[in-house]
Each structure stands twice: as structure tokens, then as C-alpha cells.
């Protein structure tokens, strides 16, 4: 077992790669007008986080 906090709500978690998912945490990527690309650390999510967000991304954030 491998338990986990997310980053965004702070609910403790059980590492969920072995539901079938094999993804619990995002990471941002910056590129510049040289295409150099910088990340940032990742950031753990729950599996209700990360839905959330998998819907936010695909649907747009409709409040602006």
C-alpha cells in the first residue's frame, strides 16, 4: 500500500495505479517561443480530484 494526500482537497488516499488507472498526479509543462520546456513539480490527486479535473480539461471551465 502506498498512501497518498491530495494537493488539492487534503484527503489521505491508497495509491489507485492498480484500479486500472495508472495515472494519480498531474504535472504542468511550459514551453517557451524557443521550445524549451520547463515543468513544474507534480501535484497528487484523489481519484475524485482527478476526475474533476479530466472533466474540466475536456469540457472547458464554463465560469470564465
Same mark, same amino acid.
Given at each position: 500500500?502506498?498512501?497518498? *494526500?491530495?494537493? %488539492?482537497?487534503?484527503?489521505?488516499?491508497?495509491? $489507485? !495505479? +492498480? *484500479?486500472?488507472? %495508472?495515472?494519480?498526479?498531474?504535472?504542468?509543462? $511550459? !514551453? +517557451?517561443?524557443?521550445?524549451?520546456?520547463?515543468?513544474?513539480?507534480?501535484?497528487?490527486?484523489?481519484?475524485?480530484?482527478?476526475?474533476?479535473?479530466?472533466?474540466?480539461?475536456?469540457?472547458?471551465?464554463?465560469?470564465?
Amino acid at each position: 500500500m502506498n498512501a497518498k *494526500k491530495c494537493d %488539492r482537497c487534503k484527503k489521505l488516499y491508497e495509491d $489507485y !495505479r +492498480d *484500479k486500472g488507472n %495508472r495515472r494519480n498526479a498531474i504535472r504542468v509543462v $511550459y !514551453r +517557451d517561443f524557443n521550445g524549451t520546456i520547463y515543468d513544474d513539480d507534480p501535484c497528487d490527486l484523489c481519484p475524485a480530484c482527478m476526475e474533476s479535473f479530466k472533466k474540466w480539461l475536456k469540457e472547458g471551465n464554463q465560469n470564465g
